[in-house]
T-cell receptor, first 115, second 116 residues
């Protein structure tokens, strides 16, 4: 159990456009979802925490107007990178949890390339 | 804020041998969780083992075990009988015990190579 999917697995977009990444919990209800960013050969950096039905909590230094997070249901959270630039190219990973005190299960990640 | 340090960027072990990956952390909290995650080339994060700080007994999962030294704030991972499939990035992570702060703080990772 505890499977988390992400879509798409890879996406290439042009500079200035927006791109949406979906994170789904397939076999459990995810009250809380987390979005991470991972640059090549680096660790995972938490971008934001989202709770179903409420606004996301962003980490310091993460632009909330650029990285829009929506967690409208207990199985789906989306991350929209608005007006993407080449420096936004990275590997984005989501994780889902039944609640703040529960285990996080990770999605397979999405590689974003902005040209 | 909590910090997690992994001082070994790369490690190598021969197949069937044992290797230990180091992790230290800094926190003022008394209750927390510690984790080791594996990230193979597929980039999928896989939970290897977890330790509750209030437990004195070291966690074990088959070939994987930890040496948890709470006073020293040290949390090392021992992999016994290493296999080729163990080759991956390994991340140590910290999480607060309280439900209001469950985000994970990761170390910088250790790349493990397994040789024949």
């Amino acid at each position: 159990g505890a499977v988390v999917s992400q879509h798409p697995s890879r996406v290439i977009c042009k500079s200035g456009t927006s791109v949406k990444i979906e994170c789904r919990s397939l076999d459990f209800q995810a009250t809380t979802m987390f979005w991470y960013r991972q640059f090549p050969k680096q660790s995972l950096m938490l971008m934001a925490t989202s709770n179903e039905g409420s606004k996301a909590t962003y980490e310091q230094g993460v632009e909330k107007d650029k990285f829009l997070i929506n967690h409208a249901s207990l199985t789906l959270s989306t991350l929209t990178v608005t007006s993407a630039h080449p420096e936004d190219s990275s590997f984005y990973i989501c994780s889902a949890s039944r609640g703040l005190a529960y285990e996080q299960y990770f999605g397979p990640g999405t590689r974003l390339t902005v040209t | 804020a909590q910090t997690v340090t992994q001082s070994q960027p790369e490690m190598s072990v021969q197949e069937a041998e044992t290797v230990t990956l180091s992790c230290t952390y800094d926190t003022s909290e008394s209750d927390y969780y510690l984790f080791w995650y594996k990230q193979p080339p597929s980039r999928q994060m896989i939970l290897v083992i977890r330790q509750e700080a209030y437990k004195q007994q070291n966690a074990t999962e088959n070939r994987f075990s930890v040496n948890f030294q709470k006073a020293a704030k040290s949390f090392s991972l021992k992999i016994s009988d290493s296999q080729l499939g163990d080759a991956a990035m390994y991340f140590c992570a910290y999480r607060s015990f309280t439900g209001t702060a469950s985000k994970l703080t990761f170390g910088t990772g250790t790349r493990l190579q397994v040789t024949l």
